[in-house]
């Protein structure tokens, strides 16, 4: 039993690590080099969060984006305005520009460079990006360590519980062999 829980806390180790990396990446990339999406090995995700792209897209859906070398008409990319990260279908691509839009959209956008594109859609995940905005939020960043420091601490006190019970328990043994 002990060593599958030491199993299961190098697991909930390495996922902790995992979003606190992720969060610092971000984080930097986000407020010292201005990129809304940093894509670290090319990859990125984002999350729906408005029904521009229905019934593709739904709100809360989860996108995993792939950059790549080129993009093509009908490809449900991900590019950054400003600010702002928008998930639209390609609709005409006239060498370094794109017009894209938005599915459940009636005008297109405005035209975008080729390189605001971040990426295309390789696969979306409905319903899962509420969980990642959580997570995002102060809120769900301080709840995650907190809950990290629980899980690694409990079992250490509950072991420092068990060694002051056995040290109270010898000690009474050795009064017990002096009274006699």
């Known amino acids: 039993m002990n060593k599958c829980r030491f199993i299961a806390r190098i697991i ?3 996922v902790i690590s995992i979003i606190i990396g992720l969060k610092l ?9 201005g990129n809304k999406m940093p894509m670290p090995f090319g990859y990125g995700f984002s999350v729906v969060l408005s029904g521009s792209m229905e019934p593709e897209l739904k709100v809360n859906d989860l996108v ?14 991900v590019y950054q305005d400003d600010n ?18 938005g599915d459940a959209n009636e005008v297109n956008d405005p035209e ?9 859609m390789v696969m979306h995940i409905p319903f899962i990006g509420c969980i990642v905005q959580f997570i ?12 990290a420091v629980i899980l ?13 019970s056995e040290q109270e328990r010898i000690k009474e043994e050795i009064r017990r062999l002096k009274d006699e």
Do not use: C, M
């Open 112 to 120: 975008i460079s080729t390189t605001q594109i971040k990426g295309k």
């Open 64 to 77: 995993i984006i792939k950059k790549q070398k080129s993009y093509q008409s009908n490809d449900i990319i």
């Open 152 to 164: 690694f601490e409990l079992p250490y006190v509950r072991e420092k519980r068990k060694t002051i």
């Open 25 to 33: 990446y971000s984080w930097n990339a986000r407020t010292l080099i």
């Open 84 to 101: 702002l990260l928008v998930i639209h279908r390609i609709i005409e691509i006239n060498g370094e520009t794109a017009i894209t839009k």
């Open 12 to 14: 909930l180790f390495v």
């Open 136 to 147: 995002k939020s102060t809120i769900g960043t301080v709840l995650v360590l907190l809950g």
